[in-house]
């Protein structure tokens, strides 16, 4: 019995320090593990793998992308990208380097933000912009559409990119910056004017804990004009909150702190959202605070105390995106569960949540104040100019089952090209091509993808995400 016992107890250890190693093995820097060159050979060899596997797709089938962690795309019944030929670029996901005195970083794509954060926190570095679920990978935050509590500042997470290398295509290798329209219009390009293959990005000095404020409102009013103050002010290191009813406004603004009398987590039985109705403040390590929503944002499961104490624990982002993905037979193809995000100018906002109020009536929200570095190429001149504001928010639906047969992403869709609002593409998309280039840049998409993929073997951004995605059309 003992020695059974101990086998047993060798077997656990041995495989708990093999995936610390292979945890560790994915947060190493790679320059400073083998050397600057050696870490660059590396990377032109899976670069080249990739690119020949585009030179040699003769097969005329759409091609997606294969990689290694989960997507963060709303699940989709009969969505065609599940037939789609592969490109597998699941070894793209080296960090490559980290210099500490410039503050930047160079990465590969498939590099997720919790790996990210653990390596550039040994510097004492973080990048600028952390999106709130541990696997989402730079790469996806570039061409899908990643933000944060630090948005309210810089933007995007591509707003603090400075260079990309992308393979095209016909499996050429190209770099870019922000000077280059290819560079502008890769962002939320969903995988459609070519892969993604190193991003170089700035970073920012961070401290071990977080400590956060929450101040309650009981008007749109009085919310508004607080976010605009601190937008003003520039006077914390975050800020997002959680929009618990009409009555019942959050914003919770946080800063960076050296010590704190307590550290909290919410990655078990607590959950995160519903601690911001009744805390007045908060403290958590740093890497906690960046992924305290990854149990859900405000659509968590388990819901019940017991369910939660069984099973959230193993429980986070990934594993529940990747049931769902792997169950799409279960998934509603008419009248699905609304998961969807939209940024609008903060002048709209109390005119789009009267309207949300009275015609989708479903809280929480969560608000993320979002600034505007520029008018971005991806989007049609006319937004912004009928909505020049340069502070937006992004609000964002979690689990909301539509009610009747009203279509209520397609009435949403409506609102926003009324207010100037922009619905990211990763839920589900009804618009017609008209709609859809009526927010969107068709002129500056097409000037690019003419370069990059003349042959349209990626789809046009507009078939991928409204119709392929939608399952409409042939695979
Ligand atoms: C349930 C849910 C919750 C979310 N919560 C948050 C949140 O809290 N904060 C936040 O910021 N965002 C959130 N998002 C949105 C998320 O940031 C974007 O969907 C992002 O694009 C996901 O990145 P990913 O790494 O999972 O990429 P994927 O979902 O795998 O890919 C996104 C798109 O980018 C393309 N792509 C991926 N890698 C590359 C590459 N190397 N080159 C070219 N194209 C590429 C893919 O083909 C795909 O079209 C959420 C999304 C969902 C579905």
Redesign the pocket.
């Known amino acids: 019995m003992r020695t059974i016992a101990a086998l047993a107890g060798l077997a656990v250890g041995y495989a708990l320090a093999g995936q610390r190693r292979r945890r560790e093995g994915r947060r190493a820097v790679l320059s400073k593990t083998v050397g600057p060159h050696l870490a660059a050979a590396i990377h032109r060899r899976k670069v080249q793998q990739v690119a020949r596997q585009l030179r040699e797709h003769k097969s005329g089938r759409p091609i997606?992308?294969r990689?290694r962690?989960?997507?963060?795309?709303?699940p989709k019944a009969g969505d065609l990208r599940r037939r789609d030929e592969k490109v597998d670029?699941s070894d793209?996901n080296a960090i490559l380097h980290v210099d500490p005195l410039k503050q930047v970083c160079v990465a590969e794509?498939?590099v997720?933000f919790v790996d990210l954060v653990a390596a550039t926190l040994r510097y004492g570095l973080v990048p600028l912009v952390v999106?709130?679920?541990k696997?989402?990978?730079?790469?996806?935050?570039?061409?899908?559409?990643?933000?944060?509590s630090m948005s309210y500042k810089v933007g995007g997470?591509h707003d603090t990119c400075v260079e990309y290398e992308?393979i095209d295509a016909k499996g050429r290798v190209i770099t870019c910056g922000p000077d280059d329209l290819l560079f502008q219009m890769?962002h939320g390009?969903?995988?459609?004017?070519?892969?993604?293959?190193k991003l170089t990005f700035r970073l920012t000095p961070a401290k071990r804990f977080v400590r956060v404020k929450y101040e309650h409102y009981r008007t749109l009013e009085e919310y508004r004009a607080a976010i605009v103050d601190h937008y003003q002010r520039q006077d914390v290191d975050f800020m997002d909150g959680i929009i618990h009813s009409p009555r019942h406004y959050v914003l919770s603004v946080a800063d960076f702190v050296d010590e704190a009398p307590y550290a909290n987590r919410y990655d078990w039985v607590k959950v995160y959202y519903q601690s911001t109705a009744r805390r007045a403040e908060d403290y958590l390590e740093t890497p906690d605070y960046f992924f305290r929503?990854d149990r859900?944002?405000t659509?968590v499961h388990p819901k019940s105390a017991i369910g939660r104490l069984l099973l959230a624990k193993f429980l986070g982002?990934s594993q529940a995106?990747r049931a769902a993905e792997k169950l799409n037979w279960l998934l509603k193809k008419e009248q699905p569960t609304i998961?969807l995000?939209v940024f609008l100018p903060i002048s709209k906002m109390p005119e789009f949540l009267e309207w949300y109020g009275r015609e989708f009536r479903h809280f929480p929200l969560?608000c993320v104040p979002y600034r505007r570095p520029r008018d971005y190429e991806w989007v049609a001149p006319d937004v912004f100019s009928r909505s020049p504001d340069a502070l937006w928010v992004d609000l964002?639906i979690?689990g909301m089952k539509q009610r009747g047969d009203r279509n209520y992403h397609k009435l949403m869709e409506q609102k926003l090209r009324e207010l100037g609002g922009i619905k990211?593409l990763?839920?589900h998309n009804y618009y017609t091509p008209d709609e859809f280039w009526q927010t969107w840049n068709r002129e500056n998409y097409f000037e690019v993808k003419a370069l990059t993929d003349p042959d349209n073997v990626f789809r046009d951004l507009y078939t991928?995400?409204c119709k392929a995605a939608m399952g409409v059309g042939s695979a």
């Open positions: 997606s992308l990689k962690a989960v997507a963060h795309q709303v670029i793209l794509p498939g997720t999106p709130e679920l696997t989402i990978t730079i790469g996806g935050a570039v061409s899908g559409c990643s933000i944060e997470f992308v890769i390009s969903f995988g459609t004017l070519g892969i993604l293959s929503y859900g944002v659509n982002s995106l998961i995000d969560w964002a979690y990211t990763i839920s991928k995400t």
